[in-house]
Nanobody, 124 residues
């Protein structure tokens, strides 16, 4: 059984930076794409960023392009989300995910495993 444990979420001011981490255990995930989703109150869960199995290809939602960077360390079975220039609209629970596929683009229906989520709150 795979466990995904996110960390790094907290309350910050607009314009700040945060780095989220997601450590996986139970299985090596180097052959799977991984991603970050988020869900704000009253809204559906949405893809934020994805990274393919090797780390060579990434995908970003338009709302975070140029501000967020996804990366992975397969030796550590860990994926990261570096977030800069945070805005109040980035406030959400952020979920780490392992895709059934190897490519960076993914939907919620293609997820093998979900993390438990970490709260990011951006104050104005």
């Amino acid at each position: 059984q795979v466990q995904l444990v996110e960390s790094g979420g907290r309350l910050v001011q607009a314009g700040s930076s945060l780095r989220l981490s997601c450590a996986a255990s139970g299985r090596a995930l180097s052959m799977f794409a991984m991603g970050w989703f988020r869900q704000a109150p009253g809204k559906e869960r949405e893809i934020v960023a994805g990274i393919n199995w090797s780390g060579a290809t990434t995908y970003y939602a338009d709302s975070v392009k140029g501000r967020f960077t996804i990366s992975r360390d397969n030796a550590r079975n860990t994926v990261y989300l570096q977030m800069t220039s945070l805005k109040p609209e980035d406030t959400a629970v952020y979920y780490c995910a392992v895709s059934r596929r190897a490519i960076a683009t993914m939907t919620g229906g293609e997820i093998y495993y979900w993390g438990q989520g970490t709260q990011v709150t951006v104050s104005s």
